[in-house]
């Protein structure tokens, strides 16, 4: 029940940041480019809790997002871009070892961008949209950059206070 209560917090934090990326104003004109500053939650929350976890609060973000901006197209883009890029993340996480999660942000970066191109490719009916994906890819180093540094120290504290919470519970004093 604990756990679920802090997915709960941190699939708000998702979609808080989501809202705030969604409202700056990027000074590249690429359609769909974001920040992703939500996947900082999402890598968080696999590295810290696991796969299933990460991937709850990539879903929930997304269908909670329909709610708030009433976008349905906008659904399609952000769901498949979750899924893929927690997958992603989760295997580069756990089997490709040498990697920082900045490299698994990179992975988990270039599956988002690649899944929602697929995704405008078959809305559109149309291949020609490929022609952003390397813009986006490169985009995407800088984001993926910054996504994996803040998952980094993000995690840190995740850790520390998700730590702190299971022994206060176990020695029978509530969480402060």
Same mark, same amino acid.
């Given at each position: 029940?604990?756990?679920?209560?802090?997915?709960?917090?941190?699939?708000?934090?998702?979609?808080v940041?989501?809202?705030?990326?969604?409202?700056?104003?990027?000074?590249?004109?690429?359609p769909?480019?974001?920040?992703g500053l939500?996947?900082?939650?999402?890598?968080?929350?696999?590295?810290?809790?696991g796969?299933?976890?990460?991937?709850?609060?990539?879903?929930l973000?997304?269908?909670?997002?329909?709610?708030?901006?009433?976008?349905?197209?906008?659904?399609?883009?952000?769901?498949f871009?979750?899924? +893929? $890029?927690? &997958?992603?993340?989760? #295997?580069?996480?756990?089997?490709?070892?040498? !990697?920082? /999660?900045?490299?698994?942000?990179?992975?988990g970066?270039?599956?988002?961008n690649?899944?929602?191109?697929?995704? +405008? $490719?078959? &809305?559109?009916?149309? #291949?020609?949209?490929?022609?952003?994906?390397? !813009?986006l /890819?490169?985009?995407?180093?800088?984001?993926?950059?910054?996504?994996?540094?803040?998952?980094?120290y993000?995690?840190?504290?995740?850790?520390?206070?998700?730590?702190?919470?299971?022994?206060?519970?176990?020695?029978?004093?509530?969480?402060?």
């Amino acid at each position: 029940m604990r756990k679920w209560l802090f997915l709960s917090l941190l699939t708000s934090a998702a979609l808080v940041l989501t809202l705030i990326e969604t409202s700056l104003p990027i000074p590249i004109a690429i359609p769909g480019a974001r920040l992703g500053l939500s996947n900082v939650i999402i890598l968080s929350a696999v590295v810290v809790f696991g796969f299933k976890e990460g991937l709850v609060i990539g879903t929930l973000k997304s269908m909670l997002m329909i709610l708030l901006t009433g976008s349905v197209m906008s659904f399609f883009y952000s769901f498949f871009g979750a899924i +893929a $890029s927690t &997958i992603a993340m989760f #295997l580069a996480y756990k089997y490709i070892r040498s !990697l920082s /999660l900045i490299g698994v942000s990179f992975i988990g970066a270039f599956f988002h961008n690649l899944a929602q191109v697929l995704v +405008a $490719s078959f &809305i559109l009916n149309n #291949l020609r949209i490929f022609i952003y994906l390397p !813009l986006l /890819l490169l985009l995407s180093v800088v984001t993926g950059y910054f996504v994996g540094l803040a998952s980094k120290y993000t995690t840190k504290q995740l850790k520390r206070v998700w730590n702190e919470s299971n022994r206060s519970y176990r020695n029978g004093r509530k969480f402060k």
